[in-house]
């Protein structure tokens, strides 16, 4: 149906339409089941602006609901059911439904799943929309280039909040310009695990248009100012829309040869044509129909050979938004951090951190940062050789030597210049000297101006903020499953349990944090564990007798963070958090 419809709206000249500020509907509509629902007017398009509540087909053959987990997992033929089986929330629906296919036989033919004269948009007809808002400035910066609509595409209410200038969860109030009203309903599957994920995160949309095997979505992000264009399993339930068929848009306002109106003159029955100008325009349509097929098969060809191919392995492709696939720490899934880079492909570089200064040490090392929540982390070890005011931290190569250290030292992992620092825990404290050792007064700051290291309780604070905003690597709230999402995307052993940092690791490091696998060395000198661990110090001290300090480490094989309590001589990276 898709050369159909590019057909038609060749044969017309839609008359202009100017959209301004839109908050009402511009008319209302029936579907097969009864419910009414709101329809706007952008451009050449009518678009449903409440989310599809079908429980038939077109022709009343019932749509099954499906509450159980593993059934929908299986499913190869529509269905739906409210977000988490509560009908309180919204309908969700498998793309099988969307494409009408409700039995197994290749033979049957498909039904329609939305009401006469509407359909579910093609992903074409997704990309038309977002154009029309970008053009008449519905950019929450009121600007008409660049693609930052999803503001004006959201709802007022219902997002989780976020701290990004012109996300969706910022300011929620000025959601909603266009009158789309999307609502964050969160999603059913996707990857076809069976679960409820996202609620109050994302409203995503399903398309008709199937990429190869796979149907392309669309979807809003609490944390992004811009509409996502990506491709899903045909199992997820994810929320629909309507758009009205092409020959019925604005049909009244239709002129054709300037003067004799479309409105009594539509194309009445192509399929089967009894009218001489449908035969006329039938003969028509097939001419084109080969034309448009060959051209469509080389343009598929060339974009399968160009951006098909997911080269750094992060689970995005060209096709589907990621801006560097030669990167895996950067696509569309990557939280956005200070650094100089457009991390998560929204268009924008450090988005959020405009009036923020990179920390600087001593030394002249600056560092990239992030905001978790109410906290600033540097998401880049630490790499100062002399405490704050300039006094030197002194290089420790030597086993025995490191051993029996009770004041501050450095060494290279392996005392190899080509790989990072590590600290024993007297240099974070800035014991510098046997007096400091015993008298705090007179230690050292080891941070740069403005920032320290972290505490224990910290570090706790943004384990929880991680897994509180769907960081885990299944999607869900709660239970400590982030250190993937920790990890950095390369350096680590590799796993094949299922969610850990050593498994996949292009899909590593959503959140940017970027711990790397330095290893450590241990309290006899000795290197430990490179490739294995990521460990990081506290500044809290764990026992009376000053023997251990609290630290945070990753392991390749686990897929949560630890915290234990290591002896201060070791040598583990460093981190800092802003004052």
């Keep these: 149906m898709r050369k159909f419809t590019l057909v038609v709206l060749m044969l017309f000249t839609i008359q202009s339409y100017v959209q301004g500020e839109q908050l009402y509907a511009d008319g209302t509509a029936t579907d097969q089941d009864g419910n009414t629902f709101e329809w706007i007017n952008y451009g050449t398009q009518d678009w449903a602006i409440e989310n599809v509540e079908v429980v038939t087909y077109r022709d009343g053959t019932p749509i099954p609901q499906e509450t159980n987990q593993t059934e929908w997992e299986s499913l190869t033929t529509g269905a739906w059911c409210y977000y988490s089986n509560d009908p309180s929330k919204g309908k969700l629906y498998n793309w099988y439904a969307v494409a009408g296919i409700h039995d197994n036989e290749d033979t049957t033919p498909n039904k329609e799943f939305a009401p006469q004269g509407w359909h579910v948009p093609s992903d074409a007809e997704w990309t038309t929309l977002e154009e029309h808002l970008v053009a008449n400035s519905y950019n929450y910066d009121g600007s008409s280039t660049g693609y ?100 019925s848009v604005g049909a009244a306002g239709i002129l054709l040869n300037g003067t004799i109106s479309a409105e009594n003159n539509q194309i009445k029955n192509v399929a089967d044509p009894t009218d001489a100008q449908d035969a006329v325009t039938l003969a028509y349509i097939n ?83 992030a905001i978790y929540g109410g906290q600033h982390w540097t998401v880049e070890n630490a790499e100062m050789v002399t405490y704050r005011d300039g006094t030197p931290i002194p290089e420790v190569t030597d086993n025995a030597e490191w051993a029996n250290l009770t004041t501050g030292a ?160 070791n040598g583990f990276s460093v981190r800092c958090v802003k004052d």
């Design 148 to 247: 930052k609509t999803a503001k004006s595409m959201a709802s007022t209410t219902g997002w989780n909040s976020s701290t990004f200038l012109g996300a969706v969860g910022n300011e929620q109030s000025l959601n909603n310009s266009s009158g789309f009203n999307a609502f964050p309903d969160g999603y059913f599957g996707h990857g076809d695990d069976g679960s409820f994920n996202n609620d109050g995160y994302v409203a995503i949309f399903w398309s008709s248009t199937e990429n190869l095997t796979t149907p392309y979505a669309r979807y809003l992000d609490r944390n992004n100012n811009y509409l996502y264009r990506n491709y899903s399993t045909k199992v997820d339930g994810f929320s629909v829309r309507f758009v009205r068929d092409a020959s």
């Design 287 to 369: 001419q084109l129909e080969s034309s448009i097929d060959n051209l469509q098969d080389q343009i598929d060809e060339l974009r399968n050979l160009q951006n098909w191919e997911d080269n750094d392995q992060d689970g995005f492709s060209a096709l589907s938004g990621d801006c560097d696939d030669t990167n895996a720490s950067i696509n569309p899934n990557i939280y956005e951090v200070a650094d100089g880079i457009d991390n998560n492909c929204d268009g924008f570089v450090d988005e959020g951190y405009e009036a923020l200064d990179y920390p600087e040490d001593i030394d002249g090392n600056t560092y990239d940062f």
């Design 410 to 569: 450095w060494c290279y992992y392996n005392n190899d210049e080509t790989k990072p620092r590590l600290y024993n825990w007297y240099a974070v404290m800035g014991i510098h000297d046997p007096a400091s050792f015993s008298n705090p007064s007179l230690r050292k700051e080891f941070a740069p101006e403005g920032w320290h290291v972290p505490t224990d309780a910290e570090w706790t604070t943004l384990e929880n903020h991680l897994i509180a905003n769907g960081y885990n690597y299944d999607g869900t709230p709660t239970g400590n499953k982030i250190a993937k999402a920790m990890a950095s995307t390369t350096g680590w052993n590799t796993s094949t349990e299922t969610g850990v940092a050593g498994n996949d690791q292009g899909t590593n490091n959503s959140s940017n944090f970027n711990a790397f696998p330095e290893g450590g060395r241990a309290n006899n000198g000795s290197f430990y564990y490179e490739g294995n661990d990521a460990n990081f110090w506290s500044s809290t001290e764990f026992s009376s007798n000053n023997s251990a300090a609290s630290s945070m480490y990753l392991q390749d094989d686990n897929n949560d963070v630890n915290f234990w309590y290591g002896g201060k001589p």
